[in-house]
């Protein structure tokens, strides 16, 4: 990474070596940055900045908005604030721990910064810390950030991520910050102070262009973010790109390269464009891989996974009469834990991770996703077809002669309509007497379908949600009286559904991390041994770069697409 200049530097990190920069002698990008953010370098070249790269993007979608009190789970702006602001914690590329930010510690129990009754919250804070505008960050800005959320409450937002839970906030001193809940939360640190509605934002800023108004977008914030993150927005051309640059003054370990995001582009636009060597990274999928594998200068990542399992689900919830017209399952039929199990077992996870999914995928059966805290890498799970047990359960619970016809509804043209025809193929193998009939249908009538309570279909297909903590998959997705328990009649399965409710109960409230990954292996343990779903796969992690990218990770527990620019060095 060359820098031309006029001056001649001595730097301070070069162990006594003096560069004469005007003359092509550089310093490689990490070491210019821990030099210059340790006050090493006497003086800066006038043209440091602009001799830094520039990373090109081909993104997948473009942000709506970049105001953390505004944006959508999920959706693109989500990427941009995660790189312009920063939160109290955050999680590393390795692992699903979290690691100070803004707060210079995490909080537990041990530490005391945990109350003993388990309600509130010390985060001890950063000091010289400066916003974007130049401002100071103190504990005020953490406060007015979120009380600021809370306050304006807007409907596509995540609000109710701290106005759930929260019941006040204080400032202790000038970096100090409590927070104390409603209720013992065992998830908070991860589902209300890691996620991009959390980030901190400049009390200036926000009161000098608007302030706060309930349940009114600020426009100034949603086009004009300041924060203390490791870029700064530059420009943002709508429906064609953005770009970040590094921010200078950024209290951590300093990012190598500019940012541009290209927006608005057709997946094989972006698929060219990364061969031709115009983009450096792009969002893609496995579906991908085939157009890439083996391209020129094209790398192909595929490490980690998606926390977004691919199920398909039992109903045993079904209403009297409405079931599709050629169905032959009794309404009560997935009650009965050897027919859940019996599908457990006679689904191909081969076909479906290396056929559909092109190898990138993993197995795992249970709601709790591989790479959130508390998987247990040793608990029990249906990873390979056994068409002998499957036979075995179906005998067993007396299906087996008369057999049956079922309908599973899922959206047609998908992933999940892949993954019910591999169930069709592996079911109707074992006997001439058993029908799964795919409804395939379009995305709206798909989603209405779904809406519905009870759900007029005994089967269906789709992912789960992404979530940071695993007490949102298991009270959402296991739980007898959560969200997908109550509608689908969990209650009605489960051999003691009290005794797994009390578990997962005990998880959301469980403060200590050792006590609590416990119960979480044990809640895998049951799920196995009951299962309400049947999880094909978690999707692999996929992208692709070029090779001139260094230091490439996805980490899923960053939001879509999983990337973190400032780890990236490009040395084109």
């Given at each position: 990474?060359?820098?031309?200049?006029?001056?001649?530097?001595?730097?301070?990190?070069?162990?006594?070596?003096?560069?004469?920069?005007?003359?092509?002698?550089?310093?490689?990008?990490?070491?210019?940055?821990?030099?210059?953010?340790?006050?090493?370098?006497?003086?800066?070249?006038?043209?440091?900045?602009?001799?830094?790269?520039?990373?090109?993007?081909?993104?997948?979608?473009?942000?709506?908005?970049?105001?953390?009190?505004?944006?959508?789970?999920?959706?693109?702006?989500?990427?941009?604030?995660?790189?312009?602001?920063?939160?109290?914690?955050?999680?590393?590329?390795?692992?699903?721990?979290?690691?100070?930010?803004?707060?210079?510690?995490?909080?537990?129990?041990?530490?005391?910064?945990?109350?003993?009754?388990?309600?509130?919250?010390?985060?001890?804070?950063?000091?010289?810390?400066?916003?974007?505008?130049?401002?100071?960050?103190?504990?005020?800005?953490?406060?007015?950030?979120?009380?600021?959320?809370?306050?304006?409450?807007?409907?596509?937002?995540?609000?109710?991520?701290?106005?759930?839970?929260?019941?006040?906030?204080?400032?202790?001193?000038?970096?100090?910050?409590?927070?104390?809940?409603?209720?013992?939360?065992?998830?908070?640190?991860?589902?209300?102070?890691?996620?991009?509605?959390?980030?901190?934002?400049?009390?200036?800023?926000?009161?000098?262009?608007?302030?706060?108004?309930?349940?009114?977008?600020?426009?100034?914030?949603?086009?004009?973010?300041?924060?203390?993150?490791?870029?700064?927005?530059?420009?943002?051309?709508?429906?064609?790109?953005?770009?970040?640059?590094?921010?200078?003054?950024?209290?951590?370990?300093?990012?190598?390269?500019?940012?541009?995001?290209?927006?608005?582009?057709?997946?094989d636009v972006r698929v060219l464009g990364l061969r031709a060597g115009e983009f450096d990274t792009v969002e893609t999928d496995p579906s991908y891989v085939a157009d890439l594998e083996g391209a020129e200068g094209v790398v192909i990542y595929s490490e980690g996974l998606l926390l977004e399992p691919l199920h398909i689900g039992f109903n045993l919830n079904?209403?009297?009469?409405?079931?599709?017209?050629?169905?032959?399952?009794?309404?009560d039929f997935f009650h009965d834990v050897r027919i859940r199990k019996a599908f457990n077992y006679a689904f191909d996870y081969n076909a479906f991770i290396n056929g559909a999914l092109a190898g990138f995928g993993q197995v795992n059966p249970h709601y709790v996703p591989i790479g959130v805290f508390g998987y247990d890498p040793d608990a029990p799970i249906?990873?390979?077809?056994?068409?002998?047990?499957?036979?075995?359960?179906?005998?067993?619970?007396?299906?087996?002669?008369?057999?049956?016809?079922?309908?599973?509804?899922?959206?047609?043209?998908?992933?999940?309509?892949?993954?019910?025809?591999?169930?069709?193929?592996?079911?109707?193998?074992?006997?001439?007497?058993?029908?799964?009939?795919?409804?395939?249908?379009?995305?709206?009538?798909?989603?209405?379908?779904?809406?519905?309570?009870?759900?007029?279909?005994?089967?269906?297909?789709?992912?789960?949600?992404?979530?940071?903590?695993?007490?949102?998959?298991?009270?959402?997705?296991?739980?007898?009286?959560?969200?997908?328990?109550?509608?689908?009649?969990?209650?009605?399965?489960?051999?003691?559904?009290?005794?797994?409710?009390?578990?997962?109960?005990?998880?959301?409230?469980?403060?200590?991390?050792?006590?609590?990954?416990?119960?979480?292996?044990?809640?895998?343990?049951?799920?196995?041994?009951?299962?309400?779903?049947?999880?094909?796969?978690?999707?692999?992690?996929?992208?692709?770069?070029?090779?001139?990218?260094?230091?490439?990770?996805?980490?899923?527990?960053?939001?879509?697409?999983?990337?973190?620019?400032?780890?990236?060095?490009?040395?084109?």
């Amino acid at each position: 990474m060359p820098v031309a200049s006029d001056l001649h530097l001595e730097c301070l990190a070069c162990e006594g070596e003096e560069k004469d920069l005007s003359k092509g002698e550089t310093l490689d990008s990490a070491r210019w940055a821990a030099a210059f953010a340790a006050g090493l370098i006497l003086a800066v070249p006038a043209t440091a900045q602009d001799a830094r790269d520039t990373i090109v993007h081909g993104a997948d979608e473009e942000p709506a908005t970049l105001d953390p009190a505004q944006v959508e789970p999920g959706a693109g702006g989500e990427a941009v604030i995660f790189h312009v602001y920063d939160r109290l914690l955050a999680v590393g590329p390795g692992s699903a721990e979290l690691l100070p930010s803004l707060a210079t510690q995490v909080p537990t129990r041990d530490n005391g910064l945990i109350s003993e009754d388990g309600l509130t919250y010390t985060f001890p804070l950063r000091e010289g810390v400066t916003f974007h505008d130049g401002t100071a960050f103190t504990a005020d800005d953490v406060k007015y950030s979120w009380d600021r959320v809370i306050e304006m409450d807007l409907p596509e937002s995540a609000s109710d991520i701290l106005s759930d839970k929260v019941a006040e906030t204080r400032v202790v001193d000038d970096y100090t910050f409590e927070v104390t809940l409603n209720e013992v939360d065992a998830s908070f640190l991860y589902s209300s102070v890691l996620p991009m509605t959390a980030s901190i934002v400049s009390q200036d800023a926000v009161e000098a262009n608007g302030g706060v108004v309930a349940g009114e977008p600020n426009e100034y914030m949603s086009d004009t973010p300041v924060g203390t993150g490791p870029y700064r927005l530059t420009t943002w051309n709508r429906t064609e790109n953005l770009t970040l640059e590094v921010n200078d003054d950024y209290w951590g370990d300093m990012a190598f390269d500019h940012v541009r995001w290209e927006f608005g582009l057709d997946p094989d636009v972006r698929v060219l464009g990364l061969r031709a060597g115009e983009f450096d990274t792009v969002e893609t999928d496995p579906s991908y891989v085939a157009d890439l594998e083996g391209a020129e200068g094209v790398v192909i990542y595929s490490e980690g996974l998606l926390l977004e399992p691919l199920h398909i689900g039992f109903n045993l919830n079904i209403p009297e009469g409405a079931l599709p017209e050629g169905d032959t399952i009794p309404l009560d039929f997935f009650h009965d834990v050897r027919i859940r199990k019996a599908f457990n077992y006679a689904f191909d996870y081969n076909a479906f991770i290396n056929g559909a999914l092109a190898g990138f995928g993993q197995v795992n059966p249970h709601y709790v996703p591989i790479g959130v805290f508390g998987y247990d890498p040793d608990a029990p799970i249906y990873d390979t077809q056994d068409l002998a047990e499957a036979e075995r359960l179906f005998r067993d619970a007396g299906v087996w002669d008369e057999g049956f016809t079922v309908s599973v509804v899922v959206e047609s043209g998908s992933l999940f309509e892949i993954q019910c025809l591999i169930l069709k193929d592996s079911i109707e193998s074992l006997n001439p007497n058993f029908r799964i009939n795919v409804a395939g249908v379009a995305e709206a009538v798909f989603d209405e379908a779904l809406s519905q309570n009870p759900v007029e279909y005994a089967m269906w297909a789709k992912n789960g949600d992404p979530a940071a903590d695993p007490s949102a998959y298991l009270e959402t997705y296991s739980h007898p009286d959560g969200e997908w328990g109550e509608v689908h009649g969990f209650a009605n399965g489960y051999a003691d559904p009290e005794a797994v409710g009390s578990l997962i109960d005990a998880i959301a409230e469980e403060l200590d991390p050792t006590v609590r990954a416990g119960m979480i292996a044990e809640a895998q343990q049951v799920l196995y041994d009951d299962p309400m779903w049947l999880i094909g796969a978690q999707e692999g992690a996929v992208t692709a770069y070029r090779d001139w990218i260094n230091g490439m990770v996805i980490q899923p527990l960053w939001p879509r697409p999983s990337m973190n620019f400032a780890l990236y060095d490009k040395a084109q």
